[in-house]
């Protein structure tokens, strides 16, 4: 069981950075995979990118590969994702999730179980 918290979002002009963290309760944070989602108004929950629990494997979406890196400190029980070069398309709502073991490969939502309320990201142009 975990609790989830989201912060670092906020507004910036296109082709700056930010850097979302993702605090998380409990004792057992290793034992999950960590990803992050965003969702527009009007569109469906979009996977980001996702990482193993050890840290050692990720997996980024093809939009934001090459801009966006996840990691993780297991001893800080946070989940992080570094944004770069960002695009007005890359507003939304982003979303830190954690899952099983197995989670970190696959890109549906459904496969995580525990979700932050999520952090406003605007890029402006």
């Known amino acids: 069981q975990m609790q989830l918290v989201e912060s670092g979002g906020g507004l910036v002009q296109a082709g700056g950075s930010l850097r979302l963290s993702c605090a998380a309760s409990?004792?057992?944070?290793?034992?999950?995979?960590m990803g992050w989602f965003r969702q527009s108004p009007g569109k469906e929950r979009e996977f980001v990118a996702a990482?193993?629990?050890?840290?050692?494997?990720?997996n980024h979406a093809g939009s934001v590969k090459g801009r966006f890196i996840i990691s993780r400190d297991n001893a800080k029980n946070t989940a992080f994702l570094q944004m770069n070069s960002l695009k007005p398309e890359d507003t939304a709502v982003y979303y830190c999730?954690?899952?099983?073991?197995?989670?970190?490969?696959?890109?549906?939502?459904?496969?995580?179980?525990?979700w932050g309320q999520g952090t406003q990201v605007t890029v402006s142009s």
């Open positions: 409990g004792r057992t944070f290793s034992s999950y995979a």
């Open positions: 990482i193993s629990q050890s840290g050692l494997s990720s």
């Open positions: 999730a954690a899952g099983s073991g197995a989670a970190w490969a696959v890109t549906t939502w459904d496969e995580y179980d525990y």
